[in-house]
């Protein structure tokens, strides 16, 4: 009998037939437990057309924009602040998360099973933790994306670290030069880019979270968009995301444009 199976596709192993039925049904699996029901999805456009249509226009009136613009710089505040500080904090954690650097392999496997804890942490619940232990407030919002940081940058610091060209480092190590000194003369200049662009990508990571922190008291202009949905006044609601969205947007261009014009220096 004649194979009709494409060249271009393998006739599956009875292994991998199974494996990739288990998979589907695991996807299914999710679905049941995820709720999803077409009844809700074909019915769902109607209603997104009724808040649509009660949303808009946008709330725009002088005095909303006012507060909602002081908010909304609260929220930059505390992306900045708490995203600088976490680059900070973040390299010396690296310096020990790097394999081969300046820490042995059991502070490294330690120092990387805390930043992996750090990110299996959502950045709401650190909000959560830091409005207990110091009020509600902008203040806890910025302690939450300072540990949130620490774990995406201190991570990645150290990939960057351990991926840099080898080369200086070797000549260092060759001339008699300490681990640290190796570290700070030629490690660390050769991540530096990476550091940077690392960094940007933190900083945009920070401001997305920020706008959300408001929503369980840590500052900010999601406390604003909760009132309004609370209040069922869609159009101040509406205000807060297209604010959100602008500002989220213009924090990416920019950011992607720094991190074009470092990698077209570095070249």
Same mark, same amino acid.
């Given at each position: 009998?004649?194979? @009709? ?7 599956? $192993?009875? @292994?991998?037939? +199974? ?11 999710? +679905? ?6 077409? %009844? ?9 057309? %009724? ?12 005095? &909303? ?25 973040? @390299? ?6 790097? /394999? ?10 330690? !120092?990387?099973? +805390? ?27 910025? +302690?939450?994306? #300072? ?30 030069? /300490?681990?640290? %000194?190796?570290?700070?003369?030629? $490690? ?9 662009? !690392?960094?940007?990508?933190? @900083?945009?990571?920070? &401001? /997305?979270?920020? $706008?959300?922190?408001?929503? #369980? ?30 500002? #989220? ?11 074009? /014009? ?6």
């Amino acid at each position: 009998m004649t194979d @009709l199976t494409p060249a271009r596709f393998e006739r599956p $192993t009875a @292994l991998a037939f +199974l494996g990739y039925a288990f998979g589907i049904t695991i996807v299914f699996w999710c +679905l049941a437990g995820a709720g999803f029901s077409i %009844d809700k999805v074909v019915s769902s456009p109607p209603r997104f057309a %009724d808040f649509a249509a009660r949303a808009f226009p946008p709330n725009l009136d002088p005095q &909303v924009l006012s507060r909602l613009g002081w908010k909304m710089v609260e929220t930059l505040q505390i992306a900045v602040a708490g995203a600088a500080i976490g680059v900070i904090l973040s @390299l010396p954690v690296a310096l020990l998360a790097a /394999r081969g650097l300046i820490a042995g392999p059991w502070a490294n496997q330690i !120092t990387r099973t +805390l930043l992996s804890f750090i990110r299996a942490v959502p950045d709401i619940a650190w909000a959560l933790v830091f409005v207990v232990a110091v009020g509600l407030g902008p203040f806890a919002g910025m +302690l939450a994306i #300072v540990v949130d940081t620490i774990g995406f940058c201190g991570r990645f610091f150290a990939d960057d670290m351990e991926s840099a060209e080898k080369g200086p480092a070797e000549s260092l190590t060759a001339t008699g030069a /300490r681990k640290m %000194d190796v570290v700070v003369c030629a $490690t660390i200049p050769a991540a530096t880019p990476a550091f940077i662009s !690392t960094s940007l990508y933190a @900083l945009e990571k920070a &401001v /997305r979270s920020s $706008t959300i922190l408001g929503l #369980v008291g840590a500052g900010g202009i999601g406390i604003e968009l909760k009132v309004g949905f609370d209040l069922f006044d869609y159009p101040t609601a509406m205000t807060v995301i297209l604010m959100i969205a602008v500002v #989220v947007i213009g924090i990416e261009q920019v950011s992607g444009w720094a991190r074009t /014009r470092i990698i077209g220096e570095e070249r």
